[in-house]
């Protein structure tokens, strides 16, 4: 048997006042973590300068980007709707920028306030050019490498579908010249496994690309950095990757006499380990001497889906809701609430059960999954089974629990139907 998991943030008393004066599920994410992440990714190794973007998908919760706000970090919105929501925080047009796989229908508004466009196809370059002849933006090109730690989170070579691909530079600088267009910024994402090695390979053909414009005045290399979420998986050392990618920095200003400005776009990073998910154990059964315990939970794939979609481990960790632990360590395979045979908790990828080895745990005892701060509720399968929106809550720097999202009414869910018959 594996060590069990440890809690990361929340000791255990406050986990069941949490649970007391809240209920269960609910999501808690700690703003001094956060705040500790934004001054880590801050630190990034540059040469001429860093910009911090924050991919605001991994969780647009108003209040966790009011705290990234106030550390100095922009935003890195994927829709039009984030940027709507990004402005209603607060941020300044200049501060955003948008980078689409659906091409914004209200484009023309944003790029009028100051909103920074990224170009992710011909297509959407041609579309800014007939808009905007003459103006400035930003263009995303497909290096042809990626880097994920599964298939799912390679967002980089022939399989993916984001960015121009490396060949057909030429098509751009057509389209560039066409529409008189000025190229401030080039952009490239390889995906969540931060290989150090094909990041350099990634930042040099980052730094051709803007070779190719000379208007160019920032490179942004994404984000997508490993964290560690169990205690056998090791998070991406930002000084590690980010040295060598700063000599390039340099050598490219030794030889074109041009200060490239460096742009980042964490999300995972910035929040993944800052938030916690407090469940319930609401039944616990076992398929005989040959099969497995279960722990069901009172969450499910409607909270996080990472686990059905990637197969994705998070740390669960046992709370007796009251007395102390009996000491016993027991193997369960943890399930959540949803009738979907794919709700498990602890799962390898493709879907076959596995167990966790946690503190012993009977109904009504506590569990808390950790790391789950980012694509989670962001991300989930809301409303699956009609189970309402999960709750949540921030710990503020006092570390008072002050609730940011209320749990969803059920007339919520179906409020925008309308009856026809």
């Not at 267009?181 to 150090?196: A, E, F, M, Q, Y």
């Not at 990637?310 to 740390?315: D, F, K, L, N, Q």
């Not at 503190?359 to 790391?371: C, H, I, R, T, Y």
Request: aromatic share 8%; proline share 3%; with cysteine.
């Amino acid at each position: 048997m594996t060590s069990i998991e440890k809690l990361k943030f929340l000791p255990e008393a406050q986990v069941r006042s949490i649970a007391e004066t809240f209920g269960t599920p609910v999501f808690v994410y700690s703003q001094t973590e956060i705040e500790k992440k934004c001054e880590e990714a801050l630190q990034f190794p540059n040469a001429f300068g860093l910009e911090v973007r924050y991919a605001m998908k991994a969780n647009p919760n108003a209040n966790i980007l009011k705290i990234m706000k106030a550390k100095g970090i922009c935003i890195d919105a994927s829709s039009e709707y984030e940027v709507t929501r990004a402005l209603a925080c607060g941020f300044s047009p200049a501060s955003i920028m948008i980078t689409s796989q659906q091409f914004p229908k209200d484009l023309e508004s944003f790029v009028k306030a100051g909103v920074i466009f990224n170009a992710c196809s011909l297509k959407q370059l041609e579309a800014y050019g007939k808009s905007f002849p003459g103006g400035s933006l930003s263009i995303r090109f497909n290096p042809g490498l990626g880097s994920g730690h599964t298939k799912k989170t390679d967002v980089g070579g022939v399989a993916s579908a984001f960015g121009i691909w490396h060949e057909k530079l030429s098509e751009v600088k057509e389209l560039v010249r066409k529409y008189n267009l000025r190229v401030t910024k080039v952009h490239t994402h390889i995906g969540s496994g931060s290989d150090p090695e094909v990041w350099k390979a990634v930042a040099k053909y980052t730094l051709e690309y803007a070779e190719a414009f000379e208007t160019v005045t920032t490179v942004s290399l994404g984000g997508g950095y490993k964290v560690g979420r169990m205690e056998d998986e090791k998070s991406t050392d930002l000084q590690k990757i980010g040295e060598p990618v700063k000599q390039q920095f340099i050598e490219f200003a030794e030889k074109h006499g041009r200060k490239l400005k460096l742009e980042i776009e964490p999300g995972t990073f910035l929040i993944a380990l800052c938030g916690s998910l407090i469940a319930s154990v609401d039944d616990k059964i076992d398929t005989g001497s040959k099969g497995y315990t279960f722990l069901k939970l009172d969450t499910g794939m409607d909270a996080n889906t990472r686990p059905s979609l990637y197969g994705a481990r998070h740390p669960l960790i046992t709370v007796k809701r009251g007395g102390e632990a009996t000491g016993k360590i027991e193997e369960y395979v943890v399930v959540g609430h949803c009738c979907e045979s794919g709700d498990l908790f602890t799962q390898k990828e493709g879907g076959e059960a596995v167990t966790r080895t946690m503190a012993e745990a009977e109904v009504g005892d506590l569990v808390v999954m950790e790391a789950v701060g980012a694509y989670c509720s962001s991300m989930s399968t809301k409303n699956y089974n009609s189970f309402p929106e999960t709750g949540e809550v921030l710990l503020t720097q006092s570390g008072e629990a002050k609730l940011i999202r209320k749990k969803q009414e059920v007339s919520e869910i179906y409020k925008n139907e309308i009856l026809v018959i």
